[in-house]
C-alpha cells in the first residue's frame, strides 16, 4: 500500500497538497471541495471507491487492447500465408 507521496507520509500532507494532488488526478474542484469536508474515514471511503472504478476503467481499457492485437496478429497472419 502506498504511504507516501514524493517522500511525504499522507499524515502531513496538507489540505492544499492534497488538493494539488487531486486537481492532478482530474478531480473537479467541486467534487474536491466536497471530498475535503468529509471525515478522514470517509475520505478514506471515496478514494477507495475512486480506485475500484478506476481499476474497472483500466480492466475494460485493458481487454479492448488485447481485442485489438489479436485483429492486427490476424492481419499479419494472413497477410504472410
Known sequence: MITSIEGRSFDTLTPSETQTTLQE????????TQFLQLPRAQQA?????????????????QDQLDRLDYLRYQLIDERTH
Open 25 to 32: 488526478i482530474g478531480f473537479s474542484k467541486t467534487w474536491i
Open 45 to 61: 471511503q471515496r478514494l477507495n471507491e475512486e480506485r475500484s472504478a478506476t481499476l474497472a476503467q483500466l480492466h475494460v481499457a
